[in-house]
């Protein structure tokens, strides 16, 4: 009976002692190392446990090299008896690893695995696609390898899979807008017609950018059919003349027609029946009950109707030759005003302030047909050596009876 108790006694003993080492664990920078009994054993031990660079052991025992020094090694009786009470002994770490290895090792993982795609827009022959992004298992060595420089724990390779720098969500609006380019167009009412082709249009990643050449050439030649630069009109004697220049002439704003059309192309729509953006008017769309003559050589204003009935003329004087010239071409009255001052610079440069009754303008500079009362006479050649500043000169009472009669938007034929 003795004897039974004594094994109990002792069995009791043992549980205590495994009990109190449990709760008092002997650790390694805090790693439960309390299973080891053998000093010479626990730095090895400590070092399997702590290398951990990759989360796969397999890499670890591969690549990764883990020395292990721990501060004030005990004595193995020390060691035993430390068991029984808490410790956390210290150690230092190192490790250690051939990056060239490691590099060498990837490579050639890299060579079986799936290449990542960067997602793209392909033009099928008929409109554009855009191809989803391929998420390949490729590693990025680099940064792998910068990962592993500074220690970081638990490195699991797929977190450094080559991702791709355009996903679908990023290229989606720009393959769309470039098919609108595609889908769109403009036909004009002379027949010509544009839109932009599949050469027109450059895709780089999720950037799209326009070659204008084409667009800027077509609007250009837009000017073949709607520009009225050049254009013949009727004289009062029903001759006809070429005239070149002034405000009444159409010509085709190139750089604003081809802005709008840009835009217009993005609308995803086919427009029919447009004229582009002018600037100037047209002779061909003058409804004006009279028509203003001034020839210049032969210093005489008619005035005539439409259709080529004589209305009234007189003799004028325009700008001093060679020195203010009345400037040629195809003009419209935008101005008429009564009892207008004109203000100016003589050519010895001191100011002037001339009144007149009856005042016409044709130009934005100041231009104008109006009367001179300080003329005594209008002939053929008092323009050559003391002509206007560039008005057109008349008699105070032509003057009077012209205003009477034409209207703002009146052609005016200078030549």
């Not at 039974?4 to 002997?26: D, N, Q, R, Y």
């Not at 298992?137 to 390898?145: F, G």
Request: charged residues 25%; aromatic residues 10%; contains cysteine.
């Amino acid at each position: 009976m003795l004897k039974h108790k004594s094994v109990v006694f002792v069995f009791c003993i043992v549980v205590a002692m495994f009990l109190w080492v449990g709760l008092t664990p002997l650790k390694v920078n805090d790693t439960d190392m309390s299973y080891i009994w053998s000093v010479d054993k626990l730095e090895k031990e400590y070092a399997n446990s702590a290398t951990h660079i990759f989360a796969d052991d397999t890499l670890n025992k591969k690549f990764i090299k883990t020395s292990v020094t721990i501060k004030d090694k005990p004595s193995q009786l020390k060691f035993v008896l430390d068991h029984f009470r808490y410790r956390n002994y210290k150690a230092k770490i190192k490790y250690s690893y051939d990056k060239d290895a490691i590099r060498k090792y990837f490579e050639e993982y890299n060579k079986t695995q799936t290449a990542t795609k960067d997602a793209e827009i392909k033009y099928t022959g008929s409109n554009y696609e855009a191809v989803k992004e391929v998420n390949g298992t490729q590693v990025d060595i680099d940064k792998l390898l910068k990962a592993v420089s500074s220690e970081t724990r638990g490195i699991k390779v797929e977190d450094y899979y080559i991702k791709p720098s355009l996903v679908l969500s990023n290229i989606e609006g720009t393959c769309n807008e470039a098919n609108t380019y595609l889908k769109s167009s403009i036909e004009y009412t002379c027949g010509k017609s544009i839109k932009f082709e599949p050469d027109d249009i450059t895709l780089q990643g999720s950037t799209l950018n326009l070659d204008k050449t084409r667009l800027q050439s077509f609007c250009k030649d837009l000017a073949d059919y709607y520009d009225t630069q050049g254009q013949t009109v009727k004289l009062h004697d029903g001759s006809e003349i070429s005239v070149q220049g002034g405000t009444y002439q159409a010509k085709v704003d190139t750089d604003a027609e081809c802005e709008e059309v840009e835009k217009l192309l993005k609308s995803d729509k086919q427009i029919k029946g447009r004229e582009p953006i002018m600037t100037g008017k047209t002779v061909s769309k003058y409804d004006g009950k009279y028509i203003v003559e001034v020839d210049i050589a032969n210093q005489h204003v008619w005035v005539y109707t439409s259709d080529g009935q004589a209305v009234m003329d007189s003799d004028c004087v325009t700008g001093t030759l060679n020195k203010h010239d009345t400037p040629k071409g195809l003009f419209f009255i935008s101005e008429m005003r009564k009892n207008y001052t004109m203000h100016g610079t003589n050519d010895n440069g001191t100011s002037y302030a001339s009144f007149c009754n009856r005042f016409m303008r044709i130009t934005n500079s100041g231009v104008a047909l109006h009367d001179a009362s300080w003329r005594g006479r209008f002939d053929g050649n008092i323009y050559t050596h003391n002509g206007s500043h560039g008005c057109v000169n008349l008699p105070v009472q032509f003057a009077k009876d012209l205003f009477d009669t034409i209207d703002n938007g009146t052609l005016v034929i200078v030549h």
